[in-house]
């Protein structure tokens, strides 16, 4: 067998399932998507077009340009309320998904246990598993909004668990933690000697009263919170490859030298771009945060009328309703609905046992789109109720 036995695992997701088919059906209106619906502002864009013009194009450090780590020290400071050393305690990746990924593996040994919250980013169970630990999925409680259930955590952590990894704003249930129980999070890694993975990627988007907090923002920080974000939500840069881990600095130290062998470094052009965001002013994300609530309040609406019940969106751009009164095999009820509708969703299984009998819906989307595909699901539902 030509493919070695670590990757045999690692299978097409029920997304990547959906997606393909929906390459094949012309028109498809997809609430599937897991990035932003605008473009990079173009004052970023115009850093990236003069460091290529000035030639900024080899190599840079494998824990990225003194200039970025010292714009995102400086950032972390102002909006995070985190104090981190620009010199040994960040590092620049190639996106958020390259930080997780190093971290597995700079973190775990063979067998070592990793508690996740789930629904969960796929990822996480993947690079997990890739780097040799064992995902142990810890139901949050859906009956109230997907809170941390603390017991069950409690009872999962074995004394193999060497990592906990929470992601508010969340993907795919676009619930936001409150500070109290991120600060319970973090009394409880610390009781037992867990390291905290936060990753912060939705930070920015954030509705109601709802507020970002981030767990390395206390006295933990340097023991054991890692802190994870990028460029690709909050600036619409997913294709740039950029973003970031902050941790202590034996830490970064690691994923330093994992990377020489990785990637080397982040893309030089991207890392430019990188500084001129951190740099230039959030304004032109005000008009942006108000689209996308308003097109939450839109699908919350329709949901409602569709008698589907889901927890109360305060983050991220996801809503993640139950359809199990529709049907409980979230895929079969995904192709359904591509099929006969052409509308992409994704299948709740994708993120968990937990997550079957719901679908990942995303309103990032442009509204009138948005309205037409939840006509189109309206449609469908009471068809498939039948
Ligand atoms: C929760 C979460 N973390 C990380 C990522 C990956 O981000 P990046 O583009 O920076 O790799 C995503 C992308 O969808 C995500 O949903």
């Given amino acids: 067998m030509a493919i070695s036995s670590r990757i045999a695992f690692v299978r097409k997701s029920g997304?990547?399932?959906?997606?393909?088919?929906?390459?094949?059906?012309?028109?498809?209106?997809?609430?599937?998507?897991?990035?932003?619906?605008?473009?990079?502002?173009?004052?970023?864009?115009?850093?990236?077009?003069?460091?290529?013009?000035?030639?900024?194009?080899?190599?840079?450090?494998?824990?990225?340009?003194?200039?970025l780590r010292q714009q995102?020290?400086?950032?972390?400071?102002?909006?995070n309320n985190i104090e981190a050393d620009p010199k040994t305690e960040i590092i620049v990746t190639a996106g958020a998904t390259q930080a997780i990924f190093l971290l597995m593996y700079?973190?775990?040994?063979?067998?070592?246990?990793?508690?996740?919250p789930t629904p969960a980013f796929t990822a996480y169970e993947y690079s997990a598993r890739l780097a040799g630990g064992k995902p142990v999925q810890c139901p949050l409680n859906e009956s109230e909004d997907y809170e941390i259930d603390?017991?069950?955590?409690?009872?999962?952590?074995?004394?193999?668990?060497?990592?906990?990894?929470?992601?508010?704003?969340?993907?795919?249930?676009?619930?936001?933690?409150?500070?109290?129980?991120?600060?319970?999070l973090v009394e409880f890694v610390s009781e037992r000697g867990l390291y905290l993975i936060s990753d912060e990627i939705y930070e920015k988007y954030v509705y109601d009263d709802a507020k970002h907090f981030?767990?390395?923002s206390s006295k933990e920080f340097k023991n054991r919170i890692v802190t994870v974000n990028g460029f690709?939500?909050?600036?619409?840069?997913?294709?740039?490859?950029?973003?970031?881990?902050?941790?202590?600095?034996?830490?970064?130290?690691?994923?330093?030298?994992?990377?020489?062998?990785?990637?080397?470094?982040?893309?030089?052009?991207a890392q430019k771009a990188g500084v001129a965001a951190l740099e230039g002013s959030m304004g032109f994300f005000i008009p942006i945060l108000k689209q996308y609530n308003k097109a939450r309040n839109s699908m919350c609406k329709y949901l409602?009328?569709?008698?589907?019940?889901?927890?109360?969106?305060?983050?991220?751009?996801?809503?993640?309703?139950?359809?199990?009164?529709?049907?409980?095999?979230?895929?079969?009820?995904?192709?359904?609905?591509l099929a006969e509708e052409h509308v992409a969703t994704v299948p709740g299984s994708s993120f968990g046992t937990v997550g079957e009998g719901h679908i990942r819906l995303s309103y990032s989307v442009d509204?009138?789109?948005?309205?037409?595909?939840?006509?189109?699901?309206?449609?469908?539902?009471?068809?498939?109720?039948?």
């Fill in 72 to 79: 995102i020290s400086s950032k972390l400071k102002r909006e």
């Fill in 150 to 184: 603390f017991d069950l955590l409690g009872k999962r952590c074995s004394k193999k668990a060497k990592l906990l990894i929470l992601n508010s704003p969340c993907n795919p249930t676009g619930v936001t933690y409150r500070e109290k129980e991120i600060k319970k």
């Fill in 15 to 67: 997304i990547r399932e959906i997606f393909d088919l929906a390459q094949e059906i012309p028109n498809t209106i997809s609430l599937g998507i897991g990035e932003p619906n605008f473009k990079t502002p173009k004052f970023i864009d115009e850093a990236a077009k003069k460091a290529i013009d000035e030639g900024f194009d080899k190599y840079t450090l494998n824990i990225g340009i003194p200039e």
């Fill in 106 to 116: 700079c973190l775990l040994e063979q067998g070592d246990e990793v508690l996740l």
């Fill in 367 to 386: 509204e009138n789109l948005l309205i037409i595909a939840l006509e189109k699901m309206k449609k469908f539902n009471e068809r498939f109720r039948k």
């Fill in 232 to 269: 690709s939500k909050t600036f619409g840069m997913t294709g740039w490859r950029l973003g970031y881990a902050v941790a202590n600095e034996e830490i970064i130290s690691a994923l330093t030298r994992f990377n020489m062998y990785n990637s080397v470094c982040a893309n030089s052009i």
């Fill in 214 to 216: 981030s767990p390395a």
């Fill in 304 to 337: 409602d009328e569709l008698s589907l019940s889901y927890a109360a969106p305060s983050g991220a751009f996801y809503i993640f309703p139950d359809i199990s009164s529709i049907s409980k095999d979230s895929l079969h009820y995904c192709k359904g609905l």
